[in-house]
């Protein structure tokens, strides 16, 4: 099955700095990726959805210059989390759209998560 | 926009069990899909199910079913013969298709903690 990477898996930070998490799409062209967050024993919330070649969309509340959103190619997307700060911290989660044949096979795939601790 | 509710924060059952986890959405959306994903410890989340809205017939793999009542706007899904390794967070979610703005992205509920006991 199509397979999604996405690394760090744990990143440790100081406040002030920025860090990175990308997102990559194995065996598959993904023309849309998305990225969550996730708080301890909730659920998932999108931030922004990544289109290949085009800015990104972000969902109502999500700074736009805090987490950046490239997505350069139809396998890489990556967000970088811009001067970080200790309520950034939480697990973010991306997921790839494979459309696969046809109309009516829409499938989406996720990563394994990336744990952002800001200290 | 649209909403998904899991009404079930935490549900056990016992080993070799059956056990139904609920959910519901709303939505003025015609083109759509419902998902059940899994996420054990590892917080991998992994698909369970999906369900295509234009399909009346509810989708099974394997252990796991559900039952779709598209009126009802209800996306019942049930665990058969409960192993130890269902033990995980399981959410359920919705995605609209071919909309415009939003299309496909999924919409969580709140999930619903299931422990497994042997």
């Known amino acids: 099955g199509a397979v999604v990477s996405q690394h760090p898996s744990r990143v440790i930070c100081k406040s002030g700095t920025s860090v990175k998490i990308e997102c990559r799409s194995l065996d598959f062209q993904a023309t849309t990726m998305f990225w969550y967050r996730q708080f301890p024993k909730q659920s998932l919330m999108l931030m922004a959805t990544?289109?290949?070649?085009?800015?990104?969309?972000?969902e109502q509340g999500v700074e736009k210059d805090k987490f950046l959103i490239n997505h350069a190619s139809l396998t890489l997307s990556t967000l970088t989390v811009t001067s970080a700060h200790p309520e950034d911290s939480s697990f973010y989660i991306c997921?790839?759209?494979?459309?696969?044949?046809?109309?009516?096979?829409?499938?989406?795939?996720f990563g394994s998560g990336t744990q952002l601790s800001v200290l | 926009a649209q909403t998904v509710t899991q009404s079930q924060p935490e549900m056990s059952v016992q080993e070799a069990e059956t056990v139904t986890l609920s959910c519901t959405y709303d939505?003025?959306?015609?083109?759509?899909?419902l998902f059940w994903y899994k996420q054990p410890p590892s917080r991998q989340m992994i698909l369970v199910i999906r369900?295509?809205?234009?399909?009346?017939q509810n989708a099974t793999e394997n252990r796991f079913s559900v039952n779709f009542q598209k009126a009802a706007k209800s996306f019942s899904l049930k665990i058969s013969d409960s192993q130890l390794g269902d033990t995980a967070m399981y959410f359920c979610?919705?995605?609209?298709?071919?909309?415009?703005?939003?299309?496909?992205?999924?919409?969580f509920g709140k999930g619903t903690k299931l422990s497994v006991i042997p």
């Open positions: 990544s289109n290949e070649g085009s800015k990104a969309t972000y």
């Open positions: 939505t003025s959306e015609s083109n759509y899909y």
């Open positions: 979610a919705f995605m609209k298709l071919y909309s415009g703005a939003g299309s496909y992205q999924l919409t």
């Open positions: 997921s790839a759209r494979d459309r696969g044949p046809g109309e009516t096979n829409e499938k989406l795939f």
């Open positions: 369900q295509e809205a234009y399909k009346q």
